[in-house]
């Protein structure tokens, strides 16, 4: 059995990752403990991990100018620089064929207003895990997934009405907002062995939204 180590556990869609797989999970969550991806003396010691999935993110939806420089860097912090103390700190108990799966979002691939900060950030997770994927090949595998909006308590202010939802569905060429299944899924099948000739990847899970007008 696989064991995977899932940081940022509490997000629906780790969720619905733990409930309808068979792998060993280890979850680290700073919702349930002392954990804090920005200090690595906080990272319990893990061996013989087959895989990490690296959760946290943050939805900062504003314009340009009313952006603080802070408010960048704390999304970078967590976006970006969580997951290199975590890749950093763990690489040596990846065993061999293990496979690391980021969560970037579609909004790193093409202009979107009132995204400047995410994309920036989400922009240097796909960056990020590109080089590594070829400094690491073969022994390592890294993908990215990057959704279109998908329901979840972090974005339930964009989705807390019908009227909003069927706003940003009629955006999408499917004409739905995507679900926790659609993402975890493909999570799913990033860390089982049925992807193992799949590496260096951006997979876009988007109703189309980035590729279809």
């Not at 496979?99 to 900060?117: D, E, K, L, N, Q």
């Not at 590109?130 to 329901?151: D, F, G, Q």
């Amino acid at each position: 059995m696989k064991k995977i180590l899932l940081v940022g556990s509490s997000s629906d869609i780790a969720n619905y990752l733990l409930k309808n797989n068979n792998f060993e999970f280890v979850c680290l969550s700073s919702q349930e403990s002392d954990f804090n991806i920005l200090d690595n003396t906080t990272f319990p010691k893990i061996d013989n991990l087959d895989g990490i999935v690296y959760f946290p993110g943050t939805v900062n939806l504003r314009p340009f100018s009313n952006l603080r420089s802070k408010d960048f860097q704390k999304d970078y912090e967590i976006n970006v620089l969580g997951l290199v103390n975590i890749l950093k700190h763990y690489q040596l108990s990846l065993n061999k064929n293990a496979s690391i799966v980021t969560i970037s979002s579609i909004a790193a691939g093409f202009g979107m207003p009132f995204h400047s900060s995410i994309s920036m950030c989400k922009a240097s997770v796909e960056a990020l895990i590109r080089s590594l994927a070829a400094e690491w090949a073969p022994k390592i595998r890294l993908n990215c997934i990057a959704p279109s909006l998908v329901e979840t308590k972090m974005t339930e202010r964009l989705t807390n009405s019908d009227m909003k939802k069927e706003s940003i569905a009629n955006k999408h060429p499917l004409k739905t907002i995507g679900e926790v299944s659609d993402v975890s899924n493909m999570i799913s099948f990033l860390l089982s062995d049925k992807s193992k000739w799949i590496t260096g990847q951006t997979i876009r899970i988007d109703g189309g939204l980035s590729t279809l007008r």
